[in-house]
């Protein structure tokens, strides 16, 4: 059983910064990627960025890329998501996502995941 629960949430002006926090516990050892998802009114929830379990390698998404950065700290059982240069299209509820025990899929596909945590809300404003 993996239990997940973000922080780090709040509102900021475009150009913001905000780092999210994500506590982990429970075992992940069959877990392939920890991720963050997103999900704004009226949308689909999406991938935002990945990291794997075993090796320190990285997803993103387009909207992400060179902005967000995923990492985590498996001393303090912590995942991070750093935030610059936040844009009002980033407004959503973010989800702190462990993949399905030994998966192999796409990294940034909902589907693949089955343990997340209650969510943190990102609100930017223009």
């Known amino acids: 059983q993996v239990q997940l629960v973000e922080s780090g949430g709040g509102s900021v002006q475009g150009g913001g910064t905000l780092r999210l926090s994500c506590a982990i516990s429970?075992?992940?050892?069959?877990?392939?990627?920890m991720a963050w998802f997103r999900q704004a009114p009226g949308k689909e929830r999406e991938g935002v960025a990945a990291?794997?379990?075993?090796?320190?390698?990285?997803v993103y998404a387009d909207s992400a890329k060179g902005r967000f950065t995923i990492s985590r700290d498996n001393a303090k059982n912590t995942l991070y998501l750093q935030m610059n240069s936040l844009k009002p299209e980033d407004t959503a509820m973010y989800y702190c996502?462990?993949?399905?025990?030994?998966?192999?899929?796409?990294?940034?596909?909902?589907?693949?995941?089955?343990?997340w945590g209650q969510g943190t809300q990102v609100t930017v404003s223009s």
């Open positions: 996502a462990a993949s399905r025990a030994w998966y192999t899929g796409a990294a940034l596909s909902k589907s693949g995941y089955d343990a």
């Open positions: 429970g075992n992940t050892f069959s877990r392939a990627y």
């Open positions: 990291i794997a379990t075993r090796a320190a390698s990285t």
